[in-house]
């Protein structure tokens, strides 16, 4: 297929360079296929397993070296050189403000668009830090985005995080993987809610993480598109990370056919992308 696809949400591993505790340390995750998750790979071969024509992507942090998120940024420009890219690094949400825009201050390089800091199960407490406000008006200051991970159908965080986004309407959010789903009316919930806020937009990903059919992913689209429209939505593979339960082609070819229309497709896999994540 000749489409051009933006894939925004990639990670790449140097597990002989980096640390990655989460994935090598004792406890790595209870995965299926862990093994191929964990192999090396190029976007070379990214792209050659891709019916579709890769032609740019967004790395997303992925604990290279957490005190020290700079390293993975600088392996990035070696390992990226051959593919247009944007880079989300690693920086604690929370953290005391004068360490923040220091931390930021370390990061700044030509690619980088902003920074997530994984807040799912009790860790989402510290979205509700008074810190995180200030740490948020400073990406909105310097253009930055805020990657949000956590399970949206915690409404009490979802609701602090709208707050934030109405108190700072220059302030750029991408929920990650669908915000997770484990009960879909309080899901559709939060969605409703998030939508309302024009900055935030939601990444199509992390289909691994559920057992929800086909069927529900088409009603996932449907609603998405109903409250955030086409505009605030991106198809993403998670890659390596989505071979839990697919490969990347097919993982790609699946979002394929869930869009009823070609403009939908474009849209979701390059347009909004593009934008949002600024790739020129």
């Not at 879909?184 to 939601?202: F, H, P, V, Y």
């Amino acid at each position: 297929m000749s489409d051009k696809i933006i894939d925004p949400h990639v990670h790449f591993f140097n597990l002989s360079e980096g640390q990655y505790t989460w994935l090598q340390g004792e406890r790595p995750p209870a995965w299926p296929n862990l093994t191929q998750i964990k192999a090396p790979v190029t976007v070379g071969q990214l792209q050659s397993a891709c019916s579709f024509e890769l032609e740019a992507l967004v790395h997303i942090e992925a604990g290279f070296d957490n005190q020290a998120p700079v390293n993975e940024l600088n392996w990035l420009a070696t390992h990226l050189k051959d593919i247009a890219y944007r880079a989300i690094s690693y920086s604690q949400i929370d953290a005391p403000d004068s360490q923040f825009i220091n931390a930021i201050t370390v990061l700044r390089q030509p690619t980088l668009v902003g920074i997530r800091d994984i807040t799912e199960g009790d860790d989402a407490r510290r979205l509700r830090a008074p810190n995180s406000l200030e740490n948020l008006a400073y990406l909105a200051a310097e253009n930055l985005l805020f990657e949000a991970q956590f399970e949206i159908e915690n409404h009490v965080v979802t609701e602090q995080l709208i707050t934030y986004c109405q108190a700072l309407p220059s302030l750029r959010v991408v929920i990650n993987h669908l915000g997770f789903i484990s009960d879909e009316q309080r899901w559709l919930e939060a969605i409703i809610k998030l939508s309302r806020c024009s900055n935030i937009a939601i990444k199509f990903s992390g289909l691994e993480f559920s057992s929800l059919s086909k069927d529900t992913h088409r009603w996932l689209l449907k609603n998405l598109l109903n409250h955030f429209g086409e505009q605030r939505i991106m198809f993403a593979s998670n890659f390596p990370v989505c071979q839990i339960d697919v490969d990347y082609n097919n993982c790609w070819l699946h979002y394929f056919s869930l869009c009823d229309t070609h403009h939908t497709w474009q849209q979701l896999s390059n347009k909004n992308s593009r934008y949002i994540y600024q790739i020129s």
